[in-house]
Structures are given as C-alpha cells and as structure tokens.
C-alpha cells in the first residue's frame, strides 16, 4: 500500500527520445517534487509544485518540463533525453506550513539514456 | 559546493557490530536535520529528526546526536543487522516551513554475516 508510487520503475531510453514519468500519491499532500540522484551527489531538486495551479523550477530544470494533472499526480518529461540525464528519479511529497519539509518518496525510477 | 558532507563514503562491518555515521552542514539559518535511510532500489525513508535544541535522538538501534554549535550530526548503529545495509543521508534544513533541502551524498554501509 504505497503512498507514492512511481511508473516506470525501470526505462531504457535513446538520445533524443521524448520520455515521462509518472507518479501519484494516495497521502492528500498538497506538494509534490522531483528530484535526480547521481553517484556521489545529494539529491538535487528539478520542479517542485505547492498545488494544481503551481509549479516551480528547481535547481537543475533545464531539459525538463513537468505537469501537474491532479493533486494526486506530478508528471516528469524529458522533451529530447540526452545521455548526461541517465540518473535515478524520485518524487516526493509534504503537507504546506508546518511540516513542509518532512518530504515522503516514491520508490525511485531508474532511467538510462543510450 | 555541498552544505552537507558525509563520511565516509562507504564502510564495511560485519553483523553484530556497531557502526558511527559523520555529517557536517553549513546550512545557515539551521532549523532540523533529518537522517534518511535508502534501501537498495527504494526512496529515502526518514529515521530520526533533530531541531537544534535536541541533541540526540533514537529509533531502535539507531541513535543520531547533533552539535549544532559545531554544526556536526553523527549516526550510530548498535549490533548492526544484515537489513541494515542501505545508504544513510543526512538531510538539513534551514526553515521548517520550507520545502528546500540540502542533502549529503550518503554514506552506504555493508553488513556482512
């Protein structure tokens, strides 16, 4: 019983390929992130959305764009993949105010880029 | 460059024994900092939070201590368990109604039988 899933799990992709990730949460939080995780670096924001109507560049956004389809749903888009973007994806998720920054994650979409 | 170092990168201990994680931050203004644990293939679950007015913290076997006027935190495990393989981030943050975090790299720990 996720909280926050995330679809695909896994994806192989080539350079200049359109590609999306998904996710959902079934927690009623109001924000939703995206965040890459390299070897040897800390996660690093990409979007981040407050709620359906707002959405936020973090600070690695260029070569993506997001879209946020339902509270419930902040999607992922890599509009050309490149190589350099092969990294594992996480969403998460918080309550605003107080609490905000205790964030929940899905459980990770591997993506490699050819 | 990164406000918030671990080490070390990796360690190796065999089952049973304890173990003792290193973070250092300077994120400033510091409200909490926050150790994650991230199974191999999932998302980074939260073990312990510390305000900077607590300086320690258990869950279980795991006890975490902040100096926040030296602005270290250190993670140790007791009579660690091969399910404690996994990689531990130390995450702070500077306000706590902020969504913005710093994350460390993390420290992945090996528990071997």
């Known amino acids: 019983d996720a909280d926050v899933t995330q679809t695909p799990r896994n994806r192989i992709t080539k350079t200049g390929k359109r590609i999306m990730l998904e996710c959902s949460q079934t927690k009623g939080h109001d924000r939703m992130y995206w965040y890459r995780q390299d070897p040897g670096l800390g996660l690093r924001l990409i979007y981040y959305s407050f709620d359906v109507k707002d959405i936020n560049k973090g600070e690695i956004s260029d070569g993506y764009s997001v879209s946020r389809q339902a509270q419930a749903k902040f999607s992922l888009s890599l509009e050309s993949a490149i190589p350099n973007q092969t990294a594992l994806y996480f969403c998460?998720?918080?309550?605003?105010?107080?609490?905000?920054?205790?964030?929940?994650f899905g459980p990770g979409t591997r993506l490699t880029v050819l | 460059k990164n406000q918030v170092e671990q080490s070390p990168q990796s360690l190796i201990i065999l089952e049973g024994k304890n173990c003792t994680l290193q973070?250092?931050?300077?994120?400033?203004?510091?409200?909490?900092l926050r150790w994650y644990k991230q199974d191999t293939g999932r998302g980074p679950v939260s073990l312990t939070i510390m305000t900077f007015s607590e300086n320690t913290k258990s869950n279980g076997r795991y006890t975490a201590t902040l100096d926040a006027d030296t602005k270290q935190s250190s993670l140790h495990i007791t009579a660690s368990q091969l399910s404690d393989s996994a990689s531990y981030i130390c995450?702070?943050?500077?306000?706590?109604?902020?969504?913005?975090?710093?994350f460390g790299a993390g420290t992945t720990v090996t528990v071997r039988a």
């Open positions: 998460a998720t918080s309550l605003g105010g107080q609490g905000a920054n205790e964030q929940f």
């Open positions: 973070c250092n931050y300077t994120v400033s203004p510091f409200s909490n």
């Open positions: 995450v702070v943050s500077a306000n706590s109604n902020d969504y913005k975090l710093s």
